[in-house]
């Protein structure tokens, strides 16, 4: 494959590859942010123990709204690790070289997060 096409191939690959994990990121921060209600009627905040009690009712809230996006960063980290895996792949192939592909094959991969 000439580098020419090379060059244009790989980013619309990686265009298209990452265009659904993005659209899902976008339609995510585009949605009213998720929130919780923390009780603390029952809490003296004039005391230490109150005031701590309440922090953590507030830190285990935020965990319980946040988590989703973890998820989702997860996921957007791994299509990126795919998408590059992918295309170092194919490149290696379509050049068919066996020197390239020998060297290529004798290279230590990354691990990605969350191993299908």
């Known amino acids: 494959m000439s580098r020419f096409k090379l060059k244009f191939?790989?980013?619309?690959a990686l265009a298209g590859m990452l265009a659904s994990p993005l659209s899902a990121l976008?339609?995510?921060?585009d949605a009213p942010l998720p929130?919780?209600?923390v009780a603390f009627g029952d809490l003296d905040l004039n005391r230490d123990s109150g005031v701590a009690t309440l922090y953590s009712r507030i830190r285990s809230a935020a965990t319980e709204?946040?988590?989703?996006l973890d998820v989702l960063l997860v996921k957007l980290?791994?299509?990126?690790?795919?998408?590059?895996e992918d295309a170092i792949a194919r490149a290696v192939a379509d050049v068919n070289s066996p020197a390239l592909t020998a060297?290529?094959?004798?290279?230590?991969?990354?691990?990605?997060?969350?191993?299908r």
């Open 65 to 68: 709204v946040c988590d989703p």
């Open 35 to 37: 929130s919780r209600v």
């Open 77 to 84: 980290i791994r299509a990126r690790f795919d998408c590059r």
């Open 26 to 29: 976008a339609a995510t921060l």
């Open 103 to 115: 060297y290529y094959l004798g290279k230590p991969r990354a691990i990605a997060i969350n191993q």
């Open 9 to 12: 191939l790989a980013p619309c």
